[in-house]
């Protein structure tokens, strides 16, 4: 056996060491206001479904905030608050006191960058925009739930790869992660528009993608998950449990990589 901690016989070595390798898991998830398939409001059964597989880093889409149709619940801060993470959450749609929207969870330190309303003309989205500290890395991470008309997903991803938001200075060298319900399968403008700068993760991790929508008999790959050149994807996986089918009518998609 080599005793790595003997000098060399040839002298010191003037080679810099590999930079060390992070691997994260990546979830994207639909929650439905927390509202499953059997019409039961349950956010502590979507935390369950996030816990069982662990991921590090977190995005929500169609959370309810004060929503007197799910009891007015902080629905962000229950499922972050169980699964012992931080949240930033960014509200798409106010009506009152009343707040509907997105959120990211981790608990590795990290800050927002920005949260804003995107271009609808049908029913009003948003994105958020959060920096991750991932040992020397800055990652990155979107988060967004596009439009159902076609105009208003091309005119949302197109300020979300924009200069406002991907395409400033501040993402530059970078690596990047976009996460979000498109509500575009990859024959779509829209998704044609992201893949063209970034890689579809299922499809760089050499597995077959799989439909998330509906839960219940999954017929559409809408969510999804979209990487830069600086981020390797090694694994793919649509969670498919007895829980998830009912937990939502999205099934969750989980994606491995490494920075």
């Known amino acids: ?29 639909n929650v439905h206001s927390c509202i499953g398939t059997d019409r039961r409001l349950d956010p502590a059964r979507v935390a369950e479904v996030i816990a069982a597989v662990k991921p590090d880093i977190i995005g929500l889409q169609e959370l309810d905030v004060g929503r007197s149709r799910t009891g007015g619940i902080d629905q962000a801060h229950a499922i972050a608050s169980l699964l012992q993470m931080e949240f930033h959450f960014h509200a798409a749609l106010n009506v009152a006191e009343e707040q509907y929207g997105d959120a990211i969870l981790t608990a590795l330190p990290a800050k927002m960058v920005k949260g804003a309303s995107l271009p609808s003309h049908g029913e009003q989205r948003g994105a958020l925009w959060v920096e991750i500290e991932v040992g020397e890395h800055k990652l990155q991470v979107f988060n967004t739930h596009l439009g159902l008309l ?13 200069e406002r938001w991907m395409g400033a200075p501040d993402c530059q060298g970078k690596p990047k992660i976009l996460i979000g319900d498109f509500n575009a399968i990859p024959l779509t403008a829209t998704y044609k528009a992201v893949a063209h700068q970034m890689a579809d993760a299922p499809l760089l991790s050499g597995m077959k993608p799989k ?49």
């Open 150 to 162: 076609g105009g208003d997903r091309m005119r949302q991803i197109g300020e979300i790869l924009g």
């Open 1 to 29: 056996m080599t005793d790595r901690t003997s000098p060399s016989r040839a002298g010191p070595s003037t080679a810099r060491p590999s930079p060390a390798r992070h691997r994260l898991k990546i979830l994207s998830y």
């Open 211 to 259: 439909a998330t929508f509906p839960s219940r008999l999954p017929l559409l790959r809408i969510d999804h998950v979209f990487v830069s050149r600086e981020v390797a994807p090694v694994a793919t996986q649509v969670v498919s449990t007895p829980l998830s089918r009912q937990a939502s009518d999205h099934l969750p998609l989980l994606v491995t990589v490494e920075l």
